[in-house]
């Protein structure tokens, strides 16, 4: 049994509960209301917060376009200045070949000039020396004259010629190169 006290708190502590549940009632609408309020802020902060990411993205790969472009650029750079350089050092070598080449091979061709004239004069004074054709005409010696007009021939053109001959000679040579090392049988059991 309940003492008179006891029932009195009871109806004071219900009482109270029935006061806070109208306050709470009426709290309660206002913590919705702050609660959708905070949902509300909630929702543009995170929206805030996409877009900034968003733009973090864009920066992000546009940084790296421009990364891309940075080292596409500085590798023509370096191309361009290397050409350059290639360029510059190909004019100082022609300058150095207008300074020492042109005037070498100049004295190489006066040279050249100049043994063609002698070997001429000394093939001159061979044919004489020997005798090899007769000034008068006899049919008898018509065919050791022909042999040595044909000698006398080759003899003068052989200086024309020398320069074709000599280019003929690395040509063949060149040729019978390639073919020895691309075309030529070859042992393939052999140790490389």
């Known amino acids: ?22 306050e709470n009632t009426r709290v309660s609408k206002t913590i919705d209301e702050i609660k959708q309020i905070f949902m509300n802020k909630h929702i543009n902060q995170m929206e805030e917060t996409q ?3 968003d733009e973090y993205k864009a920066t992000a790969s546009k940084r790296n376009n ?11 750079l370096k191309t361009l200045t290397n050409n350059a350089e290639d360029i510059i050092d190909t004019v100082y ?21 100049y043994l063609i004239f002698v070997y001429y004069v000394f093939l001159s004074f061979y044919v004489f020396k020997r005798e090899l054709f007769s000034f008068g005409f006899d049919f008898d010696d018509v065919r050791e004259e022909m042999r040595n007009l044909i000698f006398v021939i080759i003899l003068a053109l052989l200086p024309m010629l ?12 060149d040729k019978l190169a390639f073919f020895m090392k691309n075309k030529a049988p070859k042992n393939v059991y052999q140790k490389i």
Do not use: C
């Not at 421009?66 to 023509?76: A, C, H, M, Y």
């Not at 070598?93 to 000039?113: C, D, G, M, S």
């Not at 074709?164 to 040579?173: A, K």
């Open 1 to 22: 049994m309940m003492t008179k006290f006891q029932s009195n708190i009871t109806e004071t502590n219900q009482n109270i509960f029935e006061d806070k549940t109208r």
């Open 93 to 113: 070598t022609n300058h150095r070949r207008v300074e020492y080449q042109t005037p070498e091979l100049a004295k190489l061709r006066k040279i050249r000039t």
């Open 51 to 53: 877009y900034l990411i």
């Open 66 to 76: 421009w990364l891309v472009l940075l080292g596409r650029r500085e590798k023509e």
């Open 162 to 173: 020398l320069n074709n001959i000599i280019v003929f000679g690395y040509t063949i040579v």
